[in-house]
């Protein structure tokens, strides 16, 4: 396996070598800075593409293309890393050696369709694709109205920034969908195709001259960008007592419980592997101590974990609860977070951690997906390749993850009250 960035000031091209799949996988990433409307936009801009291009202007002509091209597949998403949003759109083909002699090109060809080919008169979408790509997405924001876990998530979210852009995520807004029209979503698309920064990730079995190639004839963007500044936001504002916010929603019948905190200045090191081995220890996994304080030893949860997300250096417990345990969970969570302030934890764990992290780094290479996803984290977040990693860390010790914990700032605990029971 090979890995090698190239490409133009336009955009990046990062292949990714490998003969251990018989399919090859191309990501195009359109990243910038987001805000509110930003989300709506790019949800629906996305529904769109994937309706209809110039060349197959209905849903059962590009069915039919990805059929020609041996069950091709794509799909888009849409993630949010730190103050950036990444759009992304996602090709998966059966290499030529295992179809036909230029199966690959056209796929590529087909992608380009999609992206650089849309259903366009007179500067505005085809108003019948545009108004069906409306309708889908209205269902999908509908649709997690009604969804607890994303409900919870952005109560949460609202709550602990709620004077920053960081409160807003999922599949959009309606006040803000109604508002769009098909010039103005064409007049966004030509802003996202100018002034996005633009990454292509390729992983197969590729001959990286010729895919070079492909993609200056196949990928018509020229506009110069400056490169992306740092997008990963750190806290400095802290609560002297931490925020409560309960919001009742009768109609589900379990609580969910989210536990935030903010986290102070990190060093690199410390950000990218003594963050994540503080995560492991306090709700990784089933040996974690916030699983068995809170759910093994009390009962009081269906399931409990913890996340640390590094883009906005924001930790995050989440559990599943029965309302009338509100009470008690808190007060189990914070006594676990002081536990590990104290050095109160086996050191054992942290060696369960590398063993954890060296698997992981193994299994990146299981599919194309994984490998992509693991330079893409190199790129954008600048995590350690496996040379640099496997060797730091062996360098963690109980003592970091005490200083670590120090930098913990609770600010938010907020729950979604609903019924008396577990799930």
């Not at 590009?62 to 597949?73: F, I, P, Q, R």
């Not at 650089?116 to 505005?124: E, I, K, R, S």
């Not at 994540?276 to 759910?295: A, E, K, P």
């Not at 006594?335 to 934890?345: E, H, M, Y």
């Amino acid at each position: 396996m090979t890995y090698s960035k190239g490409g133009t000031m336009a955009y990046n091209l990062h292949i990714i070598k490998t003969k251990r799949f018989k399919k090859t996988v191309v990501r195009v990433n359109f990243r910038h800075k987001f805000d509110k409307q930003s989300i709506t936009y790019r949800n629906l801009l996305c529904e769109v593409l994937f309706n209809s291009t110039k060349k197959y202007p209905t849903m059962r002509d590009m069915s039919l293309k990805t059929e020609d091209l041996y069950g091709a597949n794509y799909l888009y998403r849409n993630t949010y890393l730190g103050q950036e949003v990444i759009t992304s759109f996602e090709l998966t083909y059966l290499d030529d050696q295992h179809t036909e002699t230029g199966n690959g090109k056209e796929a590529i060809r087909f992608l380009h369709e999609i992206l650089f080919a849309p259903n366009v008169v007179d500067g505005t979408f085809d108003s019948k694709e545009f108004q069906k790509a409306k309708a889908h997405l209205t269902e999908k924001i509908t649709a997690a109205k009604e969804n607890s876990n994303y409900l919870a998530t952005r109560g949460f979210l609202k709550a602990i920034f709620h004077d920053s852009e960081l409160q807003y995520t999922g599949p959009g807004y309606l006040e803000d969908l109604e508002q769009i029209d098909e010039k103005g979503l064409y007049e966004y698309y030509q802003h996202m195709i100018n002034r996005n920064i633009i990454d292509i990730f390729v992983c197969g079995d590729v001959n990286s001259t010729e895919i070079k190639h492909l993609f200056e004839q196949e990928f018509p963007v020229n506009t110069v960008k400056k490169p992306s500044t740092n997008f990963i936001v750190k806290q400095d504002k802290f609560r002297k007592r931490c925020r409560i916010v309960i919001d009742p929603k009768e109609d589900f019948q379990q609580s969910i419980l989210i536990v935030g905190a903010k986290v102070n200045v990190m060093d690199e090191f410390e950000r990218k592997y003594v963050s994540s081995l503080y995560n492991y220890i306090l709700g990784g996994g089933s040996d974690s101590l916030l699983f068995q304080n809170v759910r093994e030893k009390h009962s009081l949860c269906y399931s409990i974990y913890s996340n640390f997300d590094k883009s906005i250096h924001l930790l995050s417990i989440r559990a599943g609860i029965d309302a009338t345990h509100y009470q008690k969970a808190v007060s189990l969570i914070r006594r676990t977070l002081k536990d590990i302030a104290d050095g109160k934890f086996d050191e054992e764990q942290i060696e369960r951690f590398k063993m954890v992290f060296r698997t992981s780094r193994e299994e990146m290479t299981d599919t194309p997906y994984s490998m992509i996803g693991f330079y893409q984290a190199h790129e954008y977040t600048g995590m350690d390749l496996n040379d640099v990693s496997l060797k730091e860390i062996e360098k963690l010790t109980k003592d970091m993850v005490v200083e670590f914990a120090k930098k913990i700032h609770l600010d938010t605990i907020y729950l979604l009250k609903g019924g008396n029971r577990h799930e």
